[in-house]
């Protein structure tokens, strides 16, 4: 979900798809996404799901927003107030919304 927000925010902005730029847009989130769901795992490791909202949906979208961020600004990428408020939502529809649907298609589990 991550790499297909990083594809939407290139195409919006008409930027080149190769995997290179793709890949240097991405990392940042991807980075932040792997350290929320390896947290996620540590601290709930006994009733750890995947589907769930809340712990795991929130602390992984949280992990990636936070830390995409802070990855971004240290290596010289963009921060700008819009873009993160842009990516903050984006990446909740991306990241949860498609546990809240999992909720309610029961072979989705």
């Known amino acids: 979900m991550v790499v297909l927000f990083a594809a939407i925010g290139r195409r919006s902005h008409a930027e080149a798809t190769a995997l290179s730029g793709l ?17 996620t795992f540590a601290l709930y490791r006994n009733k750890f799901d995947a589907f769930l909202i809340v712990p795991t949906g929130i602390v992984v979208w949280v992990m990636t927003v936070a830390l995409g961020m802070v990855l971004r600004a240290v290596t010289g990428q963009g921060t700008a107030g819009s873009f993160i408020i842009v990516a903050t939502l984006a990446t909740a529809v991306l990241l949860l919304g498609w546990r809240a649907l999992a909720k309610f298609v029961p072979s989705a589990r």
């Open 23 to 39: 890949f240097h847009t991405a990392w940042p989130f991807v980075v932040g996404a792997a350290i929320g769901w390896v947290v």
